[in-house]
């Protein structure tokens, strides 16, 4: 019964440090990811670049790479800070293939844990997303149609982001002003209040005029 006790605490040691081994290998086990060759990242993800992982302004995501490099299972490891950034970088990993792990022992492929951080890149800020649209590439830019002859003031744009629940997930930005602050305010006004009517998730272009907001108004 002595030497019964005396090894207790022995083999609870024993058991704590097995359990600490096998958390520190399952954290090793998560990898920088490597795009897989053929799968150009500025054609299938135009308004991201690759960062370090470090960067704080960056959307970390973390995903499971099969055998045969098709990613699944990606989700935020560590937010940017814009639901917009966040949305954008998983559904790129998405679209890509990557290296999987070869096993050291036999060469083959396993499946494993990988990370990559995105930013928003150059091609984002230079081509806004156009009406109705949700995801995917950005359009080309496109110089603005011109206001009707005897037009007291232009349109006003606002972009508006949404989440997967149809709610707006920062308040709506004034991207283009009609020079009108009253028509600017209405039409940032009628963005917040169509909250749920948006497709979601994603951004879209709100572009209202002055006949356009009288209307809205009089109703």
């Known amino acids: 019964m002595g030497i019964a006790r005396a090894t207790l605490p022995l ?3 024993l058991l704590a440090l097995a359990a600490d081994s096998a958390a520190a290998q399952e954290a090793q086990e998560i990898r920088d990811a490597t795009v897989a060759m053929g799968f150009d990242t500025k054609s299938r993800c ?3 670049l690759h960062t370090d992982a470090q960067d704080v ?3 970390l995501i973390l995903f499971e790479v099969g055998p045969t490099g098709v990613p699944s299972r990606a989700a935020v490891k560590s937010s940017s800070g814009s639901a917009d950034l966040d949305a954008a970088a998983a559904a790129c990993v998405l679209r890509l293939r990557f290296l999987p792990v070869v096993h050291a022992g036999d060469g083959n492929a396993v499946s494993s844990w990988q990370e990559i951080a995105w930013k928003w890149g150059r091609q984002h800020f230079a081509t806004p997303p156009p009406p109705g649209a949700v995801g995917g590439a950005p359009a ?3 110089s603005p149609a011109p206001e009707p002859a005897g037009s007291s ?6 972009r508006v982001c949404v989440d997967a629940g149809g709610r707006l997930a920062q308040d709506p930005a004034l991207t283009r002003s009609s020079g009108d602050a009253a028509l600017d305010a209405t ?7 169509a909250a749920g009517a948006y497709p979601a998730p ?3 272009r709100l572009t209202l005029s002055a006949a356009e907001a009288h209307a809205k108004d009089a109703r």
Request: charged share 15%.
């Open 11 to 13: 083999c609870l040691g």
């Open 46 to 48: 135009p308004d991201l």
């Open 57 to 59: 302004t960056a959307a």
């Open 140 to 142: 080309p830019v496109t």
């Open 153 to 158: 003031a232009g349109s006003a744009e606002v």
């Open 187 to 193: 039409t940032l006004r009628f963005a917040r209040s």
């Open 202 to 204: 994603g951004c879209v």
